[in-house]
Nanobody
Framework: QVQLVESGGGSAQAGESLRLSCVVS????????MGWYRQAPGKQREMVAD???????RYHDSVKGRFTISRDNSKGAVYLQMDRLQPEDTAVYYC??????????????WGQGTQVTVDS
């Protein structure tokens, strides 16, 4: 059974950095998309960043220039380097993947979430 395990969350001061990791385990044939979503209190879940196996990336406008997404297909892993964190980045961050078999990029499996808290 496919599982997504996130790590790297925690607390930080504004301006500091955190790095999130997500590793996919279990049986799968391919990964179309790996990405990160977040949900802050009272807010809808939103896409933060995602990346395809062709290295196409997307970022939410609020994190452009501050966050960097990358992946390692050999490890089934995706990373989110978060620099110059702001209090508005406080949220639960969820790893998400699409494993096909089609060409879809929408999230299919989700991690359990990891809390990121940024203090002023």
């Amino acid at each position: 059974q496919v599982q997504l395990v996130e790590s790297g969350g925690g607390s930080a001061q504004a301006g500091e950095s955190l790095r999130l990791s997500c590793v996919v385990s279990g049986s799968y044939f391919r990964i179309n998309m790996m990405g990160w979503y977040r949900q802050a209190p009272g807010k809808q879940r939103e896409m933060v960043a995602d990346i395809t196996t062709g290295d196409l990336t997307r970022y939410h406008d609020s994190v452009k220039g501050r966050f960097t997404i990358s992946r390692d297909n050999s490890k089934g892993a995706v990373y989110l380097q978060m620099d110059r964190l702001q209090p508005e980045d406080t949220a639960v961050y969820y790893c998400a993947v699409n494993l096909g078999p089609g060409m879809g990029m929408r999230p299919e499996f989700w991690g359990q979430g990891t809390q990121v808290t940024v203090d002023s």
